[in-house]
């Protein structure tokens, strides 16, 4: 999920915020029905310009990695919720990017540099749509104490 520039509030999550929010996400998850994936929430620096970042696995399996950025605080409860809705997206996507992958060989580098680009950004786009169009119907009212309106 892409970001714009605020930095007020750059300070790691605390370990009870993390599992919390831990917590909501696998609610959420489980809500827009991913149930049977498993996510490992790790700590490594998001890509440049992205509130959070979540990482399939290639072999297209039901797992992903999750990452939250520092500047995760900087967000309001629901731009928050907003960013997790749209992560959650491309694991419903997660297969047309595993078989899109394999497109390489076939298309050249060429191609495929100028191909690939083009993709990832149609993805961003309709993710970020659906996250925009469907995330406010999603019911998270017995589970939305877990992300609080600040931190």
Known sequence: MKKEK???????????????????????????????????FIDERCGENAY????????GLREANV???QEWRTLDRD??????????????????DNHADTLEDSLGAL?????????AMSVEQAVDHMARTFGPL???SDFANLLPEEY
């Open 52 to 59: 959070a970042e979540i990482r399939g696995n290639p072999d």
């Open 138 to 140: 999603i019911d998270d």
């Open 79 to 96: 731009r928050r919720r907003h960013v997790i809705v749209h992560e959650l997206f491309h694991c419903h996507l997660s297969m047309i």
């Open 67 to 69: 990452l939250f950025c």
């Open 6 to 40: 605020d930095k007020s509030k750059s300070e790691e999550l605390t370990s009870k915020q993390r599992i919390s929010l831990e917590k909501y996400f696998v609610r959420m998850a489980q809500e827009m029905g991913l149930q049977g994936w498993r996510y490992t």
């Open 111 to 119: 191609v495929w540099h100028h191909w690939a680009r083009a993709f």
